[in-house]
């Protein structure tokens, strides 16, 4: 099983950041890919912004140009930096990672509130 410590949610004026941070219980190394999802209220859960173990990264159309995927491999931390946040932008974020010794899984963080006031 691989934990996620999730961190970096909070409370934002639109137009402001704030950058979430998420650390596997296993080296991000060993993982085959990690990523970011949101879920707002009354709605499905939805990919944000995607990284692969190459280093190849995805966005959302919705969040191109305003947020950024990376990773500290020296921290084992996986990031999602957030800048010029939107009011529709609220939802509870999700870290996720694929990983296995056999058979690839995905697992989940306990998720992060963010709220951006208009």
């Known amino acids: 099983q691989v934990q996620l410590a999730e961190s970096g949610g909070g409370l934002v004026q639109a137009g402001g950041s704030l950058r979430l941070s998420c650390v596997p219980s296993?080296?991000?190394?060993?993982?085959?890919?990690m990523g970011w999802y949101r879920q707002a209220p009354g709605k499905q859960r939805e990919m944000v912004a995607t990284l692969s173990h190459s280093g190849s990264t995805n966005y959302a159309d919705s969040v191109k140009g305003r947020f950024t995927i990376s990773r500290d491999n020296a921290k084992n931390t996986i990031y999602l930096q957030m800048n010029s946040l939107k009011p529709e932008d609220t939802a509870v974020y999700y870290c996720?990672?694929?990983?296995?010794?056999?058979?690839?899984?995905?697992?989940w963080g306990q998720g992060t509130q963010v709220t951006v006031s208009s």
């Open positions: 996720n990672v694929k990983w296995g010794t056999v058979v690839l899984s995905n697992y």
């Open positions: 296993v080296s991000i190394f060993s993982c085959n890919a």
